[in-house]
């Protein structure tokens, strides 16, 4: 039977620190709707009604593109490994650009001032519901490890080439709305060399 908080609870805080994935669903007024799956080594909890993850370059950015039009955000965690549970947050989410001071400010705060080779923004999630199911049907699944595709495909490409993939491919979204990655800020200038810098260092 599902149930509704307010907030995440301390038994939900101990959830989503032993989850490996998480999904993200958003969408515009009209158009498609977009359902994302990613890995939570970059998702950070900031308090029981804020969530927040470091946003890697994709073939698309269509979150980015649906909270631009507005705000509408769910992200959902399921267990594929111990007691079964399903939750959901719901709120409203914002894009943090790479070239801001926030975006800096959080980087430094939460990800120790490394930031992965590609990491394009930081999406917020603001939430007052919070909603758990049994997740009966969710199969069993082990884990083994993460992928590397995502960092030798970055390293390969490099800071220009990430900036030229950008360009080609993530400013619009599936219906044409824009996405803003290339949306510049006076002090962009400041967080792009410090994020190139952290993901330079690591290669």
Excluded at 98 to 124: H, K, M, V, W, Y
Aim: proline content about 4%.
């Amino acid at each position: 039977m599902a149930k509704q908080f307010s907030g995440l609870e301390p038994h939900h805080h101990r959830f989503i620190a032993a989850q490996h994935m998480f999904f993200t669903a958003s969408a515009a007024p009209t158009g498609h709707v977009n359902v994302s799956p990613r890995s939570t080594d970059m998702f950070r909890v900031l308090g029981d009604n804020t969530v927040i993850y470091l946003d890697r370059t994709g073939s698309g950015n269509e979150t980015a593109a649906h909270l631009n039009i507005g705000s509408r955000l769910t992200i959902m965690f399921c267990a594929v490994a111990g007691p079964p549970l399903i939750m959901r947050l719901y709120g409203d989410g914002r894009v943090i650009h790479r070239q801001s001071i926030e975006f800096a400010a959080l980087l430094t705060d939460q990800f120790n001032g490394q930031a992965p080779l590609g990491a394009r923004q930081i999406i917020r999630l603001d939430f007052n519901l919070v909603q758990t199911s049994c997740g009966y049907g969710v199969p069993l699944f082990d884990y083994l490890d993460e992928r590397p595709q995502m960092d030798d495909w970055a390293e390969a490409k490099g800071v220009d080439g990430i900036e030229n993939y950008w360009r080609d491919k993530n400013q619009t979204s599936l219906d044409g709305f824009p996405t803003g990655i290339l949306d510049q800020s006076a002090d962009g200038d400041a967080a792009r060399v410090s994020t190139a810098g952290a993901s330079e260092s690591e290669e």
